[in-house]
Antibody, heavy 122, light 107 residues
Framework: QLQLQESGSGLVKPSQTLSLTCAVS??????????WSWIRQPPGKGLEWIGH???????SYNPALKSRVTISVDRSKNQFSLKLSSVTAADTAMYYC??????????????WGQGTLVTVSS | DIQMTQSPSSLSASVGDRVTITCRAS??????LNWYQQKPGKAPRLLIF???SLQSGVPSRFSGSGSGTDFTLTISGLEPEDFATYYC?????????FGPGTKVEIK
């Protein structure tokens, strides 16, 4: 059974960089036609896709966040990471990592991490 | 970006009721529409992909239909564990966007 587990700083100061890692177990990040995504959810609000990466290193980002986001992959550790720079209080959210299962335009998130809450505050 | 809307934003229902949630896309997305269930404090769970395909392990009381811009999620015979928030998500293009959610509460 594939499992994803987020880790990283839970409290980040305004203007600093949020850094999170998603460890994948029960399967290889390099197998199959999958992408690896970050999705966030502000408290009491809906879901926002941040971006994804393929095991090749190819990325795609949400244009609303593109200037501040970097997603990277470490195949040797079977994990991928998120960096979000110049954070503000609006970036306070639960951050989830998820696997994107793809077949041409068919794309759905079939495995999710439990989420990690990141608070932006001084 | 493709905007997704859902109606209603919340509903109250009883165990055993048939519940229908609607999702609408701002442009055609053909059948590239997925549905998720989220319980408080938990990650979303995939229920339906490609508008009507049931994800493995999901009870058959959940069904999806629709194409183009209008879609529905139906729960035939609400169970106590189905009280949750439901989100639709389009995969026709990037960025992947979600609807605002429909909260199903106990009457």
């Amino acid at each position: 059974q594939l499992q994803l587990q987020e880790s990283g700083s839970g409290l980040v100061k305004p203007s600093q960089t949020l850094s999170l890692t998603c460890a994948v177990s029960g399967g290889s990040i390099s197998s199959g036609t999958y992408s690896w995504s970050w999705i966030r959810q502000p408290p009491g609000k809906g879901l926002e896709w941040i971006g994804h990466i393929y095991e090749s290193g190819t990325t795609s980002y949400n244009p609303a966040l593109k200037s501040r986001v970097t997603i990277s992959v470490d195949r040797s550790k079977n994990q991928f990471s998120l960096k979000l720079s110049s954070v503000t209080a609006a970036d306070t959210a639960m951050y989830y990592c998820a696997r994107g299962n793809e077949d041409q335009l068919l794309y759905y998130f079939d495995y999710w991490g439990q989420g990690t809450l990141v608070t932006v505050s001084s | 970006d493709i905007q997704m809307t859902q109606s209603p934003s919340s509903l109250s229902a009883s165990v055993g009721d048939r519940v229908t949630i609607t999702c609408r896309a701002s442009q055609t997305i053909f059948s590239y529409l997925n549905w998720y269930q989220q319980k408080p404090g938990k990650a979303p769970r995939l229920l339906i992909f490609a508008a009507s395909s049931l994800q493995s392990g999901v009870p058959s009381r959940f069904s999806g239909s629709g194409s183009g811009t209008d879609f529905t999620l139906t729960i035939s015979g609400l169970e106590p564990e189905d009280f949750a928030t439901y989100y639709c998500q389009q995969s026709y293009n990037s960025p992947r966007t979600f609807g605002p959610g429909t909260k199903v509460e106990i009457k």
